[in-house]
């Protein structure tokens, strides 16, 4: 059945995204028109995140972000089924890295790198990296339940260089590379809430107390990485623009959760800027009441 979906489904997927920009812009506007006014999803979570994180902005205020959030949802999903076939010139003109110098000068003195993100602007296209850093990268995928799925969405997203692994076997290849004295750089995305029992550190975030992913620290520490942090902005409609900006290159004279501290201190200053652009569609503060005091 797996391979029936996949066969029946992907050919339109591909044909789709084939579609120039201005008419998938289009088809965005109409499937935001379809999921914020007729089918209502996730308004609520989308607009109590809002609440939670801007207790001083109005109803009104807080209203018009979120529309201006389910516009930019979609446009993310369009521009996601786009890089299944857009030219590496389309891509370089519309993604653009402006100091990747940065992490090149670290991975010139041969250390590794834990490259650090959230789910703002438009993080699919990061697959963009290799045209502009000059060092191995390795980026986790979650696993699909249809195989061939997984393994499309893998190749596309490997199709420029990346190295790709499933995220359940991030730190077995972690541990092999660096055994192996292979240098690489390794993208986490690492503002998503980790599981309340395997926390260890609870952190306020964008007003809100929140269990925090330290993983990315105890590797850094663990393997003596550089940690660098990349943030995406959005220009205009389909335009974007990455820097870089180092937190570390000396992991191990940072105290417990200073490096994650200075993670979240830019992210949050990142969402600040323009809230529209941030994954809001998630339950962001799900954990809140579970904070220790």
């Given at each position: 059945?797996?391979?029936?979906?996949?066969?029946?489904?992907?050919?339109?997927?591909?044909?789709?995204?084939?579609?120039?920009?201005?008419?998938?812009?289009?088809?965005?506007d109409?499937?935001?028109?379809?999921?914020?006014?007729?089918v209502?999803?996730?308004?609520?979570?989308?607009?109590?995140?809002?609440?939670?994180?801007?207790?001083?902005?109005?109803?009104?205020?807080?209203?018009?972000?979120r529309?201006?959030?389910?516009?930019?949802?979609?446009?993310?999903?369009?521009?996601?089924?786009?890089?299944?076939?857009?030219?590496?010139?389309?891509?370089?003109?519309?993604?653009?890295?402006?100091?990747p110098?940065?992490?090149?000068?670290?991975?010139?003195?041969?250390?590794?790198?834990?490259?650090?993100?959230?789910?703002?602007?438009?993080?699919?296209?990061?697959?963009?990296?290799?045209?502009?850093?000059?060092?191995?990268?390795?980026?986790?995928?979650?696993?699909?339940?249809?195989?061939?799925?997984?393994?499309?969405?893998?190749?596309?997203?490997?199709?420029?260089?990346?190295?790709?692994?499933?995220t359940?076997?991030?730190?077995?290849?972690?541990?092999?590379?660096?055994?192996?004295?292979?240098?690489?750089?390794?993208?986490?995305?690492?503002?998503?809430?980790p599981?309340?029992?395997?926390?260890?550190?609870?952190?306020?975030?964008?007003?809100?107390?929140?269990?925090?992913?330290?993983?990315?620290?105890?590797?850094?520490?663990?393997f003596?990485?550089?940690?660098?942090?990349?943030?995406?902005?959005?220009?205009?409609?389909?335009?974007?623009?990455?820097?870089?900006?180092?937190?570390?290159?000396?992991?191990?004279?940072?105290?417990?959760?200073?490096?994650?501290?200075?993670?979240?201190?830019i992210?949050?200053?990142?969402?600040?800027?323009e809230?529209?652009?941030?994954?809001?569609?998630?339950?962001?503060?799900?954990?809140?009441?579970?904070?220790?005091?």
């Open positions: 059945m797996h391979k029936l979906v996949f066969y029946l489904s992907y050919p339109i997927i591909w044909l789709f995204s084939k579609l120039p920009f201005r008419v998938l812009y289009i088809i965005s109409g499937l935001y028109y379809l999921l914020f006014y007729v209502g999803y996730r308004k609520k979570v989308v607009l109590d995140n809002l609440k939670l994180s801007f207790p001083t902005k109005s109803d009104t205020e807080l209203k018009l972000i529309k201006r959030f389910f516009k930019h949802f979609t446009d993310v999903f369009i521009e996601s089924i786009k890089s299944f076939s857009i030219s590496e010139e389309e891509l370089k003109k519309r993604y653009r890295f402006i100091n110098e940065v992490a090149n000068e670290v991975a010139k003195e041969g250390k590794s790198i834990i490259l650090l993100g959230s789910h703002y602007a438009n993080w699919e296209w990061v697959i963009s990296l290799p045209f502009v850093l000059n060092i191995e990268i390795f980026a986790a995928y979650t696993k699909l339940q249809n195989k061939y799925f997984e393994k499309a969405i893998k190749k596309n997203r490997t199709k420029y260089g990346m190295i790709g692994f499933k359940s076997e991030f730190i077995k290849y972690m541990v092999k590379n660096i055994k192996n004295k292979r240098q690489g750089l390794y993208i986490l995305l690492s503002d998503q809430s599981q309340v029992e395997k926390t260890y550190y609870w952190k306020e975030f964008l007003g809100v107390k929140v269990p925090i992913h330290t993983g990315a620290e105890m590797l850094a520490k663990k003596d990485c550089a940690v660098i942090n990349f943030s995406c902005r959005k220009i205009k409609r389909g335009y974007y623009e990455i820097d870089f900006k180092t937190i570390t290159t000396t992991p191990k004279e940072f105290g417990n959760y200073q490096i994650m501290d200075e993670y979240l201190k992210t949050e200053k990142l969402i600040r800027e809230p529209a652009y941030y994954l809001w569609s998630h339950k962001r503060f799900k954990h809140k009441d579970k904070a220790p005091n």
